[in-house]
């Protein structure tokens, strides 16, 4: 019987949809597709997106799929978190049917376009997932970014030493909700603080629970990528603070610090990033970042390996895997530190995966006027 299907389709004589009614377990896609979050009438959809350009309503596709006696009714997932928890359990073959049953039916363009679909620039696209449930940050992972601020010398010995002595990863925790936006959302720089950097990375979206998982395994327990960006305040700690101590929730935990988007590859059409990845960052009109998996100092697996080995990974958790040299306060690139700027624009994108555009703006005084630059508790004020 499968010999007989596939043949069929080879020759024509079936269509996609006619091989999914069969119920095989093997279905393929017949396109590549990403998957993300949208604004449609006001609320936040879960969408396919074909060809870079066209969202697919998932809810309303599947209901309209359904009226086809030959697919069963499937539970549709209420966001993105459900969707990545339930995927490898049903949804993506579900996913495949609709792909298929559309691009079968020619009813991705022009008049032929349901309902349920949109162009790309009818929608206004979300955060992929709102929101993770942790979100983990790999310090210092690429070559070029050790040591950046430091002289010629310092920092061809500082490299030089990482590469004798890889150690183990440097994961941080990132907040979530807050501090989570999407692509042509906006970065507030906050009140007082004027050394706002930025990363890009890639970002892991976990697809499976892990817990203790090796490297060589850790393949499987991916769902896709994004693009994400860490966006860093190096102004240190407030004054008041300990100056002994380093603050990661001042340099990465403001709101807005955590673009990622435009969606979600999932792995089976992206393929293996420490073969291909190759991300970029621009502020402006000036590329102040390029790098690929070669320069990384710890693979995404050996990452997740270590980020297992000390809390449970959930489906919809994201490993940001770090970034290169080329940040604001590295001066090897540029020959000085530059920091961002309100009106400017970010720009971070991955070949194969998408482009993330963020605006920069300022933040106004807060009531009180301390913001970030002081600790904003009345009682710590001298």
């Known amino acids: 019987m499968r010999f007989t299907i596939v043949f069929a389709l080879l020759v024509g004589l079936a269509t996609p949809a006619m091989v999914l009614a069969q119920g095989s377990p093997s279905v393929t896609a017949v396109e590549p597709f990403n998957l993300g979050t949208f604004q449609i009438h006001g609320s936040p959809h879960v ?9 697919v309503d998932l809810n309303a596709a599947n209901a309209a799929l359904e009226l086809n006696a030959a697919y069963p009714k499937l539970p549709v997932p209420a ?11 049903g949804l993506r073959i579900r996913l495949y049917e609709i792909v298929n049953d559309l691009v079968a039916s020619n009813s991705l363009a022009g008049n032929a376009r349901p309902d349920f679909v949109y162009g790309l620039e009818q929608v206004r696209t979300l955060a992929p997932i709102l929101y993770p449930g942790k979100i983990l940050n790999a310090a210092v992972n690429f070559y070029s970014h050790v040591n950046e601020a430091g002289t010629p010398e310092e920092i061809a010995a500082g490299r030089r030493a990482r590469r004798e ?12 909700r807050g501090a989570v936006i999407g692509t042509g959302d906006t970065v507030v720089l906050p009140y007082g603080r004027d050394r706002i950097d930025w990363e890009v990375e890639l970002a892991t979206v976990i697809g499976r629970t892990a817990k203790y998982v090796s490297a060589s395994d850790a393949q499987d327990y991916i769902f896709g990528y994004m693009v994400s960006m860490d966006i860093s305040d190096r102004g240190g700690r407030p004054p008041g603070g300990n100056p002994l101590t380093s603050d990661w929730f001042v340099g990465k935990g403001h709101d807005t610090f955590a673009p990622m988007g435009p969606w979600i ?31 990384m100092i710890h693979t995404l697996y050996e990452v997740i390996e270590y980020g297992s080995s000390i809390i449970t990974l959930y489906p919809g958790d994201v490993i940001n895997n770090g970034t290169s040299g080329g940040t604001g306060q590295g001066t090897a690139v540029r020959g000085a530190q530059r920091f961002l700027q309100p009106g400017e624009e970010i720009v971070g994108a991955i070949d194969g995966i998408g482009t993330l555009r963020i605006h920069v703006k300022g933040e ?11 600790p904003p508790v009345k009682s710590y004020r001298p």
């Open 364 to 374: 106004e005084a807060p009531p009180g006027g301390s913001g970030a630059r002081l």
């Open 165 to 176: 002595n890889r150690g183990v990863p440097y994961l941080f925790l990132k907040p979530s």
């Open 79 to 89: 966001d993105m978190l459900e969707l990545i928890g339930r995927y490898e359990y």
């Open 47 to 55: 969408g396919i997106v074909l060809r870079n350009s066209v969202v």
């Open 265 to 295: 590859v999932p792995k089976e059409f992206y393929g293996d990033p420490m073969e291909k990845l190759r991300q970029t960052l621009s502020v402006g009109n000036e590329q102040m970042q390029e790098a690929t998996a070669g320069d």
